[in-house]
């Protein structure tokens, strides 16, 4: 397989079934692979205490690597804890948010479905794709696998800064291998019963279960208090801390997340999907989904739209 690859670390790449903002650090180099469209990107970063990610939704897997520090992981509808030597996973189209408790370092590891599909396949495995397709989890490595892993993902980082010959054969290779060694620990994981789902966010969990039953509904900071017996000013601040939210962002990224897959239906105008998912109006709707997904609605249905031309859909 041919692979055109980027240095420039400044550089966004637009997906044809959805926008990835690629968020860059001037300490680490981040390298990505290609063939008309993005197959996977890798990044190495060191990130301060306290320090919280953007909110993201993509159309990619993504599997964090955490080399040093303590991360609370905000996936969907539940918050894990991560610590050095564990492995997150993030299925594709799924709300996460990183919340850094001490400084930190970790690898990142973006990957396009078809990609992992294929090399899946050439393993003769897909435990990983169903691990990805039925839940998000994070798992502790045991030392010997660590050492291991982390070696493979260092590889990779050093192959692309080299630009040696055969490097890109030699990155699939090592790409390989890791999903071979993820599949290995995670079958072995799930037998003993080790996935770790450290955080209960107690109440916090409750008003988040409730914004995503209820999204399509007015949700204002007063209705939802009163709903849970709580002050405003606590749940806003409770519910930040488990999230990495604030109460209105997460309503906005769980709408706009059902509006993109609403949009991805011919026959739904986008004025129907704004309505039913919440927003009170077409021009607040844009606004929102292009602030999130930075594409308007009607350029994110034109790319949904050329991508199944291209796949003969």
């Known amino acids: 397989m041919a692979y055109i690859v980027y240095f420039n670390k400044t550089e966004r790449l637009l997906l044809p079934n959805s926008v990835n903002h690629i968020e860059t650090s001037d300490e680490m180099p981040k390298y990505s692979t290609a063939l008309d469209k993005l197959l996977f990107t890798i990044d190495r970063r060191k990130l301060p205490k306290d320090q919280a990610s953007s909110g993201r939704i993509i159309s990619l897997y993504r599997i964090y690597y955490i080399m040093k520090g303590e991360v609370d992981y905000f996936i969907k509808d539940k918050c894990y804890r991560g610590r050095e030597g564990d492995l997150v996973f993030v299925n594709t189209n799924t709300l996460s948010r990183n919340i850094y408790n001490s400084a930190s370092e970790r690898i990142l590891l973006k990957i396009d479905p078809a990609v992992m599909e294929n090399l899946c396949s050439d393993i003769g495995n897909d435990d990983l794709i169903e691990l990805f397709r039925n839940f998000n989890a994070v798992f502790h490595l045991r030392p ?147 602030k999130i997904m930075h594409i308007s609605p009607a350029k994110y249905r034109v790319s949904l739209t050329r991508t199944r031309g291209k796949k003969g859909l």
């Open 144 to 290: 010997k696998s660590k050492t291991r892993i982390e070696g493979i993902l260092l590889n990779i980082l050093d192959e692309f800064a080299a630009d040696n010959i055969g490097d890109e054969l030699m990155v699939k290779n090592l790409l390989t291998e890791f999903l071979i060694m993820l599949t290995r620990e995670i079958n072995s994981h799930i037998k003993e019963g080790t996935v770790n789902s450290e955080i209960v966010m107690t109440k916090a969990g409750d008003i988040v279960a409730y914004i995503n039953a209820n999204y399509m509904q007015e949700l204002s900071l007063r209705h939802l208090s009163d709903k849970f017996f709580i002050s405003p000013y606590y749940m806003i601040k409770v519910f930040k801390k488990y999230t990495g939210f604030t109460v209105t962002e997460y309503i906005n990224h769980i709408r706009i997340q059902e509006a993109a897959r609403l949009l991805g239906h011919r026959e739904a105008k986008v004025s129907y999907v704004a309505e039913v998912t919440g927003f009170n109006n077409t021009t607040n709707f844009s606004r929102v989904f292009k």
